[in-house]
């Protein structure tokens, strides 16, 4: 089964929380099967991001304001005069054109399923995250 970019890194860290989990054996091995199968691909996804991010001069920042979220706020530096945040704005939207292909591409197959004991409690978020890869009972 081919998936997205952003499948794979969200599946990665849905991962790293299941790993410091005490899980039965086989239920373990899947998981760091799956996690090294995602590993080259999100690698080559971040290296991307970042040569992109290096590209377009993109400053992200975390805002702390509320608490209970996180927002990005991404700003191009350089001077703020009239004339060149239409350049700005404009490389703004090339860059997230860009992002969003390089997330949304698809990788090589993922081989690994996994198998989820019904004796475990896990977040939603972190059970969609993984939910292509495992096994339905």
């Given amino acids: 089964m081919k998936i997205t970019n952003r499948a794979a890194v969200n599946a990665q860290q849905a991962l790293a929380t299941l790993s410091g989990m005490n899980l039965p054996i086989k239920t ?70 860009k992002i969003n292909e390089l997330m949304d591409a698809e990788g090589e197959d993922v081989l690994t399923k996994v198998y989820l004991p019904d004796n475990i409690e896990v977040n939603s978020a972190t059970l969609k995250a993984i939910l292509p890869f495992v096994v339905d009972i």
């Fill in 28 to 97: 373990s091995l899947s998981l760091a099967r799956l996690s090294v199968e995602l590993e080259t691909q999100v690698h080559s996804c971040i290296l991307v991001r970042d040569q992109l991010i290096s590209q377009y001069k993109i400053k992200i920042s975390l805002s702390k304001e509320n608490s209970d979220k996180v927002e990005y706020n991404i700003t191009i530096e350089g001077t703020d005069s009239e004339s060149t945040q239409k350049l700005k704005e404009a490389a703004l939207t090339d860059f997230t054109v």
